[in-house]
């Protein structure tokens, strides 16, 4: 579910952070090039003894590293999406709003459908089958919004709901069904996460107002910057699916954009912690767990 909201208060946006997006969307890009021209390298026979021998990064395993990564975001995505208030307590907000509670929570679910795509990408299932199930977790989210009339308590037209509750049934059905071309369907599905995700990080209130939202507030424009990261990570998972990397690549993938946007929000911008009033401990911990995984899992 895209969560959008407002409680009432008048505010300004916070300068984008234009270098750190820019950043984001073509270290995303490159990434997925370079990780598409490594799978094919590794499937010549000249190649394959010497990665059989290194393995990943000084010689751990890749598939472990994703697993152990998995296993913490299940734990952490089971925490925010089935209590969104105690989470932005734990994590440093707090006083959080109806509506930054909504945006923690479809943070959760969509964590939670990108954890068990990942799980079942690493069990060797179809692309497009550990699609269809990552979206269901989010489609839930959005269905739970919609029966319990979220949107119409903060002011916000349902019309986003339905809009993205539709893509997303319409991408599981023909993704579990068969029908269509699959790869198309997902690199669709990875183009609409990222073009909210980096859209999001870079003129929330653009997108905001797209949803029928008119003002944002410093701190919401800050959880939107993080709702978009974790948007793009799904995208990002995704894309690399359809585009035949090894499972272990595609999550290493995945966690590049929250880490670039806890970078900005911790170290750049600042606006994490001086702004949103997160705090630092939880945000390093999470830092170290997304740039582990993308050394140990990308290079």
């Keep these: 579910a895209w969560v959008l909201?407002?409680?009432?208060?008048?505010?300004?946006?916070?300068?984008?952070p234009m270098r750190t997006a820019i950043t984001l969307i073509f270290t995303s890009l490159a990434l997925t090039d370079a990780l598409v021209v490594a799978s094919e390298a590794a499937a010549k026979p000249v190649a394959a003894p010497l990665l059989q021998l290194r393995g990943g990064l000084g010689g751990v395993d890749p598939s472990a590293v994703a697993s152990a990564a998995l296993t913490l975001s299940a734990i952490n995505s089971a925490y925010i999406s089935l209590a969104p208030e105690p989470a932005c307590k734990a994590y440093g907000m707090a006083s959080p709003t109806l509506m930054q509670?909504?945006?923690?929570?479809?943070?959760?679910?969509?964590?939670?459908?990108?954890?068990?795509?990942?799980?079942?990408?690493?069990?060797?299932?179809?692309?497009?089958?550990?699609?269809?199930?990552?979206?269901?977790?989010?489609?839930v989210g959005t269905v739970k919004g919609l029966l319990n009339g979220v949107a119409g308590k903060c002011g916000v037209p349902e019309t986003?709901?339905?809009?993205?509750?539709?893509?997303?049934?319409?991408?599981?059905?023909?993704?579990?069904?068969?029908?269509?071309?699959?790869?198309?369907i997902m690199k669709g599905v990875a183009g609409w996460w990222l073009l909210?995700?980096?859209?999001?990080?870079?003129?929330?209130?653009?997108?905001?107002?797209?949803?029928?939202?008119?003002?944002?507030?410093?701190?919401?424009?800050?959880?939107?910057?993080?709702?978009g990261g974790f948007l793009s990570n799904f995208g990002a998972l995704v894309l690399g699916l359809a585009s035949g990397l090894p499972p272990a690549k595609a999550i290493g993938l995945a966690n590049v954009p929250s880490l670039l946007v806890q970078l900005d929000g911790n170290f750049v911008t600042k606006d994490s912690i001086?702004?949103?009033?997160?705090?630092?401990?939880?945000?390093?911990?999470?830092?170290?767990?997304?740039?582990?995984?993308?050394?140990?899992?990308?290079?």
């Excluded at 909201?5 to 300068?15: C, F, L």
């Excluded at 049934?169 to 029908?179: D, E, K, N, P, W």
């Excluded at 995700?197 to 800050?222: R, S």
């Design 274 to 299: 001086e702004v949103l009033g997160l705090a630092a401990g939880p945000q390093y911990f999470w830092l170290l767990v997304g740039a582990s995984v993308v050394a140990f899992t990308t290079l």
């Design 160 to 184: 986003g709901n339905y809009l993205n509750g539709g893509i997303m049934v319409a991408s599981i059905v023909s993704l579990l069904g068969g029908f269509g071309d699959s790869a198309l």
């Design 196 to 227: 909210n995700g980096v859209g999001m990080f870079l003129a929330a209130d653009k997108v905001a107002g797209a949803y029928g939202l008119k003002e944002v507030d410093p701190k919401l424009n800050v959880l939107f910057k993080g709702f």
């Design 101 to 139: 509670e909504w945006i923690v929570e479809n943070m959760g679910f969509l964590l939670v459908g990108l954890t068990l795509a990942g799980f079942k990408a690493l069990a060797g299932d179809d692309a497009a089958q550990c699609t269809a199930y990552g979206l269901i977790p989010p489609l």
């Design 5 to 16: 909201d407002h409680r009432g208060t008048q505010s300004t946006s916070s300068p984008v």
